[in-house]
């Protein structure tokens, strides 16, 4: 019989790890559940699961595979529900979320009945939500930790490493504290400062309403990831608490130092913090997708011409030079649009840059 997995919580990660699960294991029965009727849907019409459900907890007794998929608080309250359910002999339960210590807690009762749960938290994203951002490619590259209990048998490990391979990801295995240490400086804390960031431009722009025009390409860098689910980052934020205590102190602390190098105006202390930050920065890991996700973009200026698009194709066709995607950005639309053509190596940006600047393209590596 075929092997069932049940996905509950099918919005950007559950639908793009459902997608991944599918291409490695093409003939698994993919069963999901949303709270929402609306991403159900979605979620059936775009293929990403094979059939919906509406009462999961039945579903959850004949699955192989059951995955959580919710914001944390909701995780914490489904792996409560799960504890009078009969499942299958042999199933392994696992969720996604981005906080880990409070989930393996919540899992520890039913760990205690002999069931297997394996904490997980594919390490990439978006701002996004919902099934309809969902892709089978998310998390290629990118790390998929993992924190089994002490106990977990090596072979259930292998075994939902082995659901997981169709992500593409790499694997990485550490304890919960430790996880939500390491996520909670690379990105939890971010999210925070990134909200704060927004909501003092936007304090600004009631009294100065140009403030939204000129928040351009540094603003809008630092702040995207203010555009992700609140309900999302409200729980995260809770599940954390702790480590994000002594990020705030430390964070608010530095500030002060910030603060007086800024009144006194120290060159020595402002150049010195600002080359500290970019010598670590700069030294990031690029050529994978890990600290920074590795992008081969290349961006080239161009004027309202309609056949541009075909020219700029051609160029690299005739260059043999293979892109991988090509869009047209919003930025600068009142003068000029600005094509984004991204390659899968360093040699193919250098080859499409050289053969677009010598026939007079203006490019850019970063806009
Ligand atoms: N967004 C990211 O970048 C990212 C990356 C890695 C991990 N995560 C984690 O993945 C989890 C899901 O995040 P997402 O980005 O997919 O969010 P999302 O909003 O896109 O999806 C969450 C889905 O859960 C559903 N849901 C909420 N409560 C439910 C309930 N009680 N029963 C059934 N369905 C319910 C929502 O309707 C929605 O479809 C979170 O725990 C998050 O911490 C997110
Ligand atoms: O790229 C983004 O928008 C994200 O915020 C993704 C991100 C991150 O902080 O890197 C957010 C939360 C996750 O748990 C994992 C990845």
């Known amino acids: 019989m075929n092997k069932r997995v049940l996905i509950v919580g099918l919005g950007l990660i559950g639908g793009s790890v459902a997608l991944g699960i599918k291409q490695q294991h093409p003939d698994s029965m993919i069963i999901g559940y949303d709270r929402s009727e609306a991403n159900l849907e979605t979620a059936k019409r775009?293929?990403?699961?094979d059939e919906g459900c509406t009462d999961w907890l039945e579903a959850a007794k004949d699955a192989d595979l059951l995955l959580l998929a919710t914001p944390v608080e909701v995780t914490k309250q489904l792996l409560v529900d799960l504890a009078d359910v009969s499942l299958k002999d042999g199933v392994i339960i696992t969720d996604v979320g981005s906080t880990k210590g409070?989930?393996?807690k919540a899992a520890s009762a039913l760990v205690e009945k002999g069931i297997t749960f394996i904490g997980g938290h594919p390490m990439a994203g978006s701002h996004k939500s919902g099934p309809a951002s969902a892709k089978a490619h998310l998390f290629e590259n990118a790390f998929y930790m993992l924190t089994p209990f002490s106990d977990t048998p090596p072979h259930q490990l292998e075994q939902l490493k082995d659901w997981l391979r169709g992500t593409r990801a790499k694997f990485m295995t550490l304890d919960a504290?430790?996880?939500d240490l390491l996520t909670g400086v690379v990105s939890h804390f971010p999210h925070i400062v990134a909200a704060s960031l927004v909501r003092q431009t936007k304090r600004y722009a009631e009294s100065f309403e140009e403030i939204n025009d000129l928040a351009a390409g540094g603003f809008k860098d630092i702040t995207r990831i203010a555009s992700s689910s609140p309900e999302m980052w409200k729980d995260i934020t809770k599940q954390n608490r702790a480590h994000l205590l002594t990020f705030l102190?430390?964070?608010m602390e530095e500030?002060?130092?910030?603060?007086?190098?800024?009144a006194q105006g120290d060159d020595h202390e402002l150049y010195s913090y600002y080359a500290g930050a970019k010598e670590y920065r700069d030294a990031l890991p690029i050529q994978k997708r890990g600290a920074i996700r590795s992008f081969y973009d290349l961006y080239v200026d161009i004027l309202d011409d309609v056949g541009v698009l075909s020219r700029v194709t051609a160029i690299l066709a005739e260059n043999q030079v293979s892109i991988t995607n090509i869009r047209i950005m919003e930025v600068r639309e009142d003068i000029y649009g600005v094509l984004r053509i991204s390659f899968q190596n360093e040699d193919d940006r250098q080859k499409a840059k050289n053969s677009l600047e010598a026939l007079q393209f203006t490019t850019y590596i970063a806009l």
């Open 46 to 49: 775009l293929f990403i699961i």
């Open 102 to 104: 409070s989930i393996m």
């Open 177 to 179: 504290d430790q996880h």
């Open 249 to 251: 102190d430390e964070w």
């Open 255 to 262: 500030m002060k130092d910030v603060r007086s190098w800024v």
